[in-house]
T-cell receptor
Framework: GQQVKQSSPSLTVQEGGISILNCDYE??????FAWYKKYPDNSPTLLIS?????DKREDGRLTVFLNKSGKHFSLHITASQPEDTAVYLC?????????????FGEGTKLTVSS | EAAVTQSPRSKVAVTGGKVTLSCHQT?????MYWYRQDTGHGLRLIHYSYVADSTEKGDIPDGYKASRPSQENFSLILELASLSQTAVYFCASSLGTGRGAETLYFGSGTRLTVL
């Protein structure tokens, strides 16, 4: 089964609003969680990541919330802009001596409308 | 500028033919990965390597081989290409140790169409 799942394939948000992207995972051993952003015909790039020893991490307009008991993490984007329109991929993995064997979700296509 | 470059950018192959996708990184990273992207599946790990001359199976290795002849180069080989292998393939590298070890740096992707 899908170890990392993004249940919403798409999301539309008004410019200036808050975009909330969700991700669920199955493996209790996952200790690293990340969000990647992908524009069409481009490669994914890391947006923000957290380790399992924190519940929240902020970086500018981005905040990652980690709920370990619920096996859920989310990305909040405040003051959403049209340039935030992209596919967002969540990823999770287990630290195995440095290997970033990340498991990715299916992606959520975010559209920010002006 | 550090980078991960893939070649070719796109390729059309015939069923049963051999396909080799190449990846070169100048990041001086130990780890390299091959992922495939399909609609509705996100990115799935095919093979990875943490040192030259050694490769490891990922989550979906069947039908694929990998080769890491040097730290900089990592190839994905489809000995007998099949229709189901039509996808976009991404190569990536990561540091492996230290701060930011898990961050993946992706190439631009190779769009493979098997007819």
């Amino acid at each position: 089964g899908q170890q990392v799942k993004q249940s919403s394939p798409s999301l539309t948000v008004q410019e200036g609003g808050i975009s909330i992207l969700n991700c669920d995972y199955e493996n209790d051993m996952f200790d690293y969680f990340a969000w990647y952003k992908k524009y069409p015909d481009n490669s994914p790039t890391l947006l923000i990541s957290v380790r399992s020893n924190v519940d929240k991490r902020e970086d500018g307009r981005l905040t990652v919330f980690l709920n370990k008991s619920g096996k859920h993490f989310s990305l909040h984007i405040t003051a959403s802009q049209p340039e935030d329109t992209a596919v967002y991929l969540c990823a999770a993995g287990e630290n195995q001596g440095g290997s970033a064997k990340l498991i990715f979700g299916e992606g959520t296509k975010l559209t920010v409308s002006s | 500028e550090a980078a991960v470059t893939q070649s070719p950018r796109s390729k059309v192959a015939v069923t049963g033919g051999k396909v080799t996708l190449s990846c070169h990184q100048t990041n001086n990273h130990d780890y390299m990965y091959w992922y495939r992207q399909d609609t509705g599946h996100g990115l799935r790990l095919i093979h990875y390597s943490y040192v030259a001359d050694s490769t490891e199976k990922g989550d979906i290795p069947d039908g694929y081989k990998a080769s890491r002849p040097s730290q900089e180069n990592f190839s994905l080989i489809l000995e007998l290409a099949s229709l189901s292998q039509t996808a976009v393939y991404f190569c990536a590298s990561s540091l492996g140790t230290g701060r930011g070890a898990e961050t993946l740096y992706f190439g631009s992707g190779t769009r493979l169409t098997v007819l």
